[in-house]
């Protein structure tokens, strides 16, 4: 699967600014990994975007124009909520 993933772990949620740089070093590290690679990867703190977004002239960008494709739907679950 094609997304895009974070380079750093995290022991707990990120908050104000230090969510903000998650977005921009996100967006320039794309992966193609399998399911169990992923969930790997999520189990130790790792941030993804569940889409694919291209380059366009030199740069890539976190909206629909950039948007490439998406194989994977995920589910947020935030305040406390869990399945």
Same mark, same amino acid.
């Given at each position: 699967?094609?997304l895009?993933?974070d !380079?750093?772990?995290?022991?707990?949620?990120?908050?104000?600014r230090?969510a903000?740089?998650?977005?921009?070093r996100?967006i320039?590290?794309?992966? #193609?990994?399998s399911?169990?690679?992923?969930?790997?990867?999520?189990?130790?703190?790792? !941030?993804?975007?569940?889409?694919?977004?291209?380059?366009?002239?030199?740069?890539?960008?976190?909206n629909?124009?950039y948007?490439?494709?998406?194989?994977?739907?995920?589910?947020?679950? #935030?305040?406390g909520?869990t399945?």
């Open positions: 699967m094609k895009m993933l !380079t750093i772990e995290y022991q707990s949620k990120p908050e104000g230090e903000g740089s998650i977005s921009n996100i320039n590290h794309s992966v #193609d990994i399911i169990e690679e992923l969930a790997n990867n999520l189990v130790k703190g790792k !941030t993804f975007i569940p889409a694919y977004f291209r380059e366009k002239d030199g740069k890539i960008r976190r629909k124009s948007w490439h494709s998406q194989e994977v739907i995920a589910l947020d679950f #935030d305040d909520m399945l």
